[in-house]
């Protein structure tokens, strides 16, 4: 029987909304410095995924849609709402209609 690929949505920052998506969080201060040091730390998160036979989704991360999204739902902007918001969004892309059913992206 064939397993069907997950999707995983992956926080994705670029260069230029790094450092002020970095200053706007939490956790900032957690963070890598530099936009450099957390790219080389996704991407390997990106193969990890992508080795267990996974889809890695990049979920673009920009806070000024973020932060409103966290406080509409009550959260820090830290590290666990970007996962959550990154799963939300890798479920809607992965056709996720409820009750446990996944439509086919491919049509």
């Known amino acids: 029987m ?11 920052f670029d260069a230029d909304s790094y450092g002020p998506a970095r200053a706007a969080m939490s956790d900032g201060g957690d963070m890598p410095a530099s936009y450099a040091h957390w790219r080389t730390d996704a991407d390997a998160l990106i ?3 992508e080795e267990a ?3 890695a989704l990049k979920v673009p991360i920009a806070a000024k849609d973020f932060i409103p999204w966290c406080k509409a739902r009550n959260l820090a902007p830290d590290a666990k709402a970007r996962v959550r918001f990154a799963s939300q969004v890798a479920f809607r892309e992965a ?5 446990g059913t996944i439509r086919s992206r491919h049509r």
């Open 53 to 55: 036979g996974h889809e």
């Open 47 to 49: 193969a990890e995924v």
């Open 95 to 99: 056709g996720f209609t409820g009750g």
């Open 2 to 12: 064939h397993q069907r690929k997950r999707v995983i949505g992956i926080p994705w």
